[in-house]
């Protein structure tokens, strides 16, 4: 079945004029990540990477905010075998492969040969961020925050913002969005460079992401897509290498009281307290 005939429960995607436009749809809240998102996305960019009509692709979220990353409850399945007691050596082959394709839906947005736009309203959380990192280009609205949240709920982030935000913010801004977690606005997202601009509200947001990409689909295409592989080539073994360093420690070392803690207090909807263990 073509990707473009797939009913799809995490994304919608329209496709005029040379455009593809891929929408965050949840079905969690804040568009949150959930399985279906982690099962479609693949799909959905390796289609728009073989579809010669789309020439680029607009990524954007339903609603006000563009996600509030993973969906800590409807995964929770996924991470219950490795915080098991006595989790050993199949259990954590299990959830390393479950890493490696949670990763590769994001790999699939990043090695799209189709130029990706991210138009970025609202909350960009955690799981967000690192799909926003493997766009070529970051939009946001006067409203956006960001946030590299993983390190808040004991986690460390796995899906690619530690290979890719040093190349797009610096050394420096990453380990400061990293190590803190904390929130920030879109006028610090825009002056450290993780967004090109930033918009008065959504619908001049999109206007622009729209617009951009028109400007792109203009272009001989395969031109187009050489750029991208040039600018592309030097990063790939670099964030490949730490894609797959992180899916073992995170496979190693992810199971922890302070994760058990970061789960519960999710569902018991109160700050946790982590002790180290």
């Given at each position: 079945?073509?990707?473009?005939?797939?009913?799809?429960?995490a994304f919608?995607?329209t496709?005029?004029?040379?455009?593809?436009?891929v929408?965050?749809?949840g079905?969690?809240?804040?568009?949150?990540?959930?399985?279906?998102?982690?099962?479609?996305?693949v799909?959905?960019?390796t289609g728009?990477?073989?579809?010669p009509?789309?020439?680029?692709?607009?990524?954007?979220?339903?609603?006000?905010?563009?996600?509030?990353?993973?969906?800590?409850p409807?995964?929770?399945?996924?991470?219950g075998?490795i915080?098991?007691?006595?989790?050993?050596?199949?259990?954590?082959?299990?959830?390393h492969?479950?890493?490696k394709?949670m990763q590769?839906?994001?790999?699939a947005?990043?090695?799209?040969?189709?130029?990706?736009i991210?138009a970025v309203?609202?909350?960009?959380?955690?799981?967000g961020?690192?799909?926003?990192?493997a766009?070529?280009i970051?939009?946001?609205?006067?409203?956006?925050?960001?946030?590299?949240?993983e390190?808040?709920?004991?986690?460390?982030?796995d899906?690619?913002?530690l290979?890719?935000?040093?190349?797009i913010?610096?050394?420096g801004?990453?380990?400061e969005l990293?190590?803190?977690?904390?929130d920030?606005?879109?006028?610090?997202a825009?002056k450290?460079?993780?967004?090109?601009?930033?918009?008065?509200?959504?619908?001049a947001?999109?206007?622009?992401a729209?617009?951009?990409?028109?400007?792109?689909?203009?272009?001989?295409?395969?031109?187009?897509?050489?750029?991208m592989?040039?600018?592309?080539?030097?990063?790939?073994?670099?964030?490949?290498?730490s894609?797959?360093?992180?899916?073992a420690?995170?496979s190693?070392?992810l199971?922890s009281?302070?994760?058990?803690?970061?789960?519960t207090?999710?569902?018991?909807?109160r700050?946790?307290?982590?002790?180290?263990?």
């Amino acid at each position: 079945m073509s990707y473009r005939s797939t009913e799809y429960k995490a994304f919608e995607v329209t496709i005029a004029d040379h455009i593809a436009e891929v929408t965050l749809i949840g079905p969690g809240r804040g568009n949150a990540m959930g399985p279906d998102f982690w099962s479609e996305l693949v799909p959905i960019f390796t289609g728009l990477d073989a579809d010669p009509d789309v020439r680029a692709v607009v990524l954007t979220g339903a609603g006000k905010n563009f996600s509030y990353g993973l969906d800590l409850p409807a995964m929770g399945d996924d991470f219950g075998a490795i915080l098991a007691d006595e989790a050993k050596a199949g259990p954590r082959t299990d959830f390393h492969n479950l890493i490696k394709r949670m990763q590769s839906g994001i790999n699939a947005v990043a090695d799209c040969r189709k130029p990706v736009i991210a138009a970025v309203a609202g909350w960009c959380i955690g799981g967000g961020v690192d799909l926003i990192t493997a766009a070529d280009i970051r939009l946001a609205s006067a409203d956006a925050k960001f946030s590299v949240r993983e390190v808040r709920v004991a986690i460390v982030a796995d899906m690619g913002s530690l290979a890719r935000l040093p190349l797009i913010i610096g050394d420096g801004h990453t380990r400061e969005l990293a190590l803190t977690g904390k929130d920030i606005d879109a006028a610090r997202a825009d002056k450290i460079g993780l967004v090109n601009d930033v918009y008065d509200d959504l619908d001049a947001l999109l206007a622009a992401a729209r617009a951009q990409a028109a400007e792109i689909a203009a272009l001989p295409p395969l031109v187009v897509q050489g750029t991208m592989a040039i600018l592309d080539h030097s990063r790939a073994a670099h964030v490949d290498d730490s894609l797959r360093y992180v899916a073992a420690w995170n496979s190693a070392f992810l199971p922890s009281n302070d994760l058990t803690e970061a789960l519960t207090a999710v569902f018991e909807k109160r700050p946790p307290k982590f002790t180290g263990a």
